[in-house]
């Protein structure tokens, strides 16, 4: 199916950002029980492109636009990865997060983590321009249900999917055009003057350099089924969400490293992101791929000793106002200037901590002879320094943590740490 228009802004601010050695593009990281051959995952990947009309197009330059096109769309690369030649799947991941996407040639490559005979990792990247968090994780059951079809024997058939319009064109009416236009730039002026009058922290740069000489650091972790369990329970019990206890954990864990024991209050600026999918008109289908995100922000004074739940209803409240006032959309028509503003001046961000949760990941565990034992995304950020990020999915009862940050403003010890941190905050409230 011919494809072919000019990238939206948002779509275009992804492309600028896949620039920056990557920046933006989603990892996914899904653990397979079974053997995998090489052969029916090409052709599974051959059927999924063919339906999804973005995976089957590239980016080009015009003297005036960045344009999708499917001429010349090349095929789904894949690669296949030994044990003897990556100490483990979260070396692969890392080396991911770090590795532009070459999308004047295709957006999406793939990796088959071999590591044994019934244990692999199945690993794709793809351009954010095309896919946010969740369409990233219904690829991959996707990919896996179509090669379930041609191990039995049978052939895809299933139709190409239409091709969504753009956000823009999907936002209320009174965030569309110039009058979308005008009222992001008095938002994003309010957000500023807030910022200027609370001067809300960061991590402090543990070394600062280029932007194209810096890179994304990941840990992985994960919370077991009863403590996930536990977790979801007191959130309801304390009249919380798991995202405010994901974002409390992430603050608290950030501004003891801030405060270094001194008994101070610290101003934070915490970033949720939030699938637009159940907020606009019509309604889009999880199975459409899309980048169908926007984000809150939202600030807390972080007192010493401050309750781990009082803090979690504060993000909750906060979060819930601003979708009351619909802030999720009023970003959203001058996001590609604010990116390339970033971009020039990397080290501006005001965000201390961002949180990205999908939720319980809602896609099937077997595959024929396959099954996914574990499945989770990870966006990169190569380039913005001092801002502590954490993905998160929760598959079969367990959440799984994917903590990121840029490097060397934040080092991989103190990604480490942090992330242990949060950890120990979220099994310390579950006990």
Not at 21 to 44: D, M, P, Q
Not at 189 to 218: A, D, I, N, W, Y
Not at 243 to 259: D, E, F, P, S, Y
Not at 291 to 314: A, E, G, N, V, Y
Request: aromatic content about 6%.
């Amino acid at each position: 199916m011919n494809n072919n228009r000019v990238l939206s802004g948002t779509e275009q601010a992804m492309e600028l950002l896949n620039r920056q050695n990557g920046s933006f593009n989603i990892v996914t990281i899904a653990r397979i029980k079974g053997k995998i051959s090489e052969e029916f995952l090409r052709k599974a990947l051959e059927g999924v492109q063919r339906i999804h009309p973005l995976l089957n197009c590239r980016i080009i330059e015009t003297p005036n636009d960045l344009e999708f096109t499917t001429d010349g769309t090349e095929k789904i690369p894949l690669s296949v990865v030994y044990p003897s030649q990556k100490e483990n799947w979260q070396d692969v991941v890392r080396e991911e997060l770090n590795k532009t996407i070459d999308s004047n040639k295709v957006l999406v490559r793939c990796i088959l983590y071999s590591n044994s005979e019934i244990d692999s990792y199945l690993i794709t990247t793809i351009h954010h321009a095309i896919a946010d968090g969740l369409s990233s994780l219904n690829l991959q059951s996707q990919i896996l249900n179509f090669y379930k079809i041609i191990a039995s024997g049978n052939s895809i058939n299933a139709d190409c999917l239409s091709p969504l319009p753009f956000l823009d064109e999907l936002l209320p009416k009174w965030m569309q055009g110039n009058k979308g236009v005008s009222k992001g730039k008095w938002f994003l002026l309010k957000l500023k003057l807030k910022m200027l009058f609370h001067k809300p922290e960061q991590l402090k740069p543990e070394k600062t350099v280029p932007r194209e000489s810096r890179s994304c650091g990941m840990t992985h972790k994960y919370l077991e089924k009863e403590l996930t369990q536990k977790l979801v329970e007191l959130c309801r019990q304390e009249k919380t969400t798991v995202q405010g206890a994901l974002c409390a954990a992430m603050l608290l864990a950030v501004t003891n490293k801030i405060r270094m024991g001194s008994p101070r209050k610290i101003n934070a600026y915490c970033g949720s992101y939030i699938d637009l999918r159940r907020r606009l008109e019509p309604l889009i289908s999880n199975k459409d791929m899309g980048i169908i995100t926007s984000s809150i922000t939202s600030l807390h004074q972080i007192k010493p000793q401050m309750s781990f739940w009082d803090l979690s209803r504060d993000v909750s409240k906060k979060i819930e106002l601003g979708l009351k006032r619909k802030d999720i959309f009023k970003p959203v028509m001058i996001f590609k200037r604010i990116i390339e503003y970033y971009i020039e001046h990397p080290d501006l961000s005001f965000l201390t901590v961002s949180v990205t949760n999908v939720g319980r990941v809602n896609i099937p565990a077997l595959y024929g002879g396959l099954e996914i034992e574990e499945i989770s995304f990870v966006p990169s950020n190569t380039i913005f320094g001092k801002v502590f990020t954490v993905a998160v999915a929760t598959f079969k009862e367990k959440m799984l943590l994917n903590f990121i940050a840029s490097k060397p403003s934040v080092s991989q010890d103190t990604i480490e740490m942090l992330a242990n941190s949060v950890i120990d905050c979220l099994e310390e409230v579950c006990q």
